[in-house]
């Protein structure tokens, strides 16, 4: 049989990464995309304290936020209603992360 067919005795494939390597590279991934997450809402509250004229390369970055942080700041206004004019769903959203990020190993 030659070395290229053969499997070493753990069942990984030479050069292979190993489960809980495997597993680490998984949470790091994780907890990179998480973080990013989180600097994307941010990024986002701020731009939305400022006007944007449609065309310009503003409005181009906060329509990109905007598609990134809605899908989950949405379902969130829809359960916490605005207190006046302040909208608390990005608080919550801010701590969920928070947890998520604290529960997966961040």
């Known amino acids: 049989m030659s070395r290229s067919r053969r499997r070493r005795r753990n069942g990984s494939r030479p050069g292979g990464s190993t489960g809980p390597d495997r597993l680490a ?10 973080q990013v997450y989180f600097f994307v ?9 400022f006007p944007v004229q449609p065309g ?6 906060t329509s990109i936020l905007y598609d990134l942080t809605e899908p989950v700041l949405g379902p969130m206004r829809r359960i916490i209603p605005p207190l006046g004019m302040i909208d608390l769903s990005p608080l919550v959203v801010f701590f ?3 947890i998520l990020m604290s529960a997966v190993g961040c």
């Open 25 to 34: 590279k998984t949470v790091d991934l994780l907890c990179a995309l998480l």
């Open 56 to 61: 310009t390369t503003l409005a181009q970055i």
């Open 96 to 98: 969920g992360l928070q």
């Open 41 to 49: 809402l941010i990024a986002r509250l701020i731009l939305s304290w």
